[in-house]
T-cell receptor, first 115, second 113 residues
């Protein structure tokens, strides 16, 4: 079946540094990808919708300058957490929609820990 | 404002019995609902979905029921198996295909021997 891969699965960084998380659709093209964030024991909260070749659409309350999203190709979207702080520590999950079939597939998630 | 709610954070069921997970929503514009299963440190995996034009959808051991007037849906797992132990999220969207999803808070299911 279709696979969405995220990398890295775990990352630990120092406060003030930037971290990039990649989301790839491995066997299908995705014009739209979504980035979610999950706090412990809470729901997945949609952060932004990433559209290939155009600017991402951010949900209310999500700082676009803090969470930079780039969707440069039909198979890759990246989320960069800039100047990370401990409160940015979270589980980040991407999903990609197969433009051919309309199905939505999720990546394995990336756990970010900011020290 | 939590538009999709799962009021039971956890549920424990004996192997072989039925597991019933509930989900309520407040936004009457939602017309497509999905259930996802999630293991720790992994992304959600799709289980089953239902369109608002239906009131039931069945796939093997999994059945989803939708009560539009009550804005309520439920996931039934029969018979429950230990491998079903995970966190289950219901999600809702406006369109007929899985698009921008609004997730519930999840219910942790524990299937005991």
């Amino acid at each position: 079946g279709a696979v969405v891969s995220q990398h890295p699965s775990r990352v630990i960084c120092k406060s003030g540094t930037s971290v990039k998380i990649e989301c790839r659709s491995l066997d299908f093209q995705a014009t739209t990808m979504f980035w979610y964030r999950q706090f412990p024991k809470q729901s997945l909260m949609l952060m932004a919708t990433s559209n290939e070749g155009s600017k991402a659409t951010y949900e209310q309350g999500v700082e676009k300058d803090k969470f930079l999203i780039n969707h440069a190709s039909l198979t890759l979207s990246t989320l960069t957490v800039t100047s990370a702080h401990p409160e940015d520590s979270s589980f980040y999950i991407c999903s990609a929609r197969d433009q051919g079939h309309g199905e939505l597939f999720f990546g394995e998630g990336s756990r970010l820990t900011v020290l | 404002d939590q538009q999709v709610k799962q009021n039971s954070p956890s549920l424990s069921v004996q192997e072989g019995r039925i597991s019933i997970l509930n989900c309520d929503y407040t936004n009457s514009m939602f017309d497509y609902f999905l259930w996802y299963k999630k293991y720790p440190a992994e992304g959600p995996t799709f289980l089953i979905s239902i369109s608002s034009i239906k009131d039931k959808n069945e796939d093997g051991r999994f059945t989803v029921f939708l009560n539009k007037s009550a804005k309520h849906l439920s996931l039934h797992i029969v018979p429950s198996q230990p491998g079903d132990s995970a966190v289950y999220f219901c999600a809702a969207t406006y369109t007929g295909t899985a698009s921008k999803l609004t997730f519930g808070t999840g219910t942790r299911l524990q299937v005991t021997l």
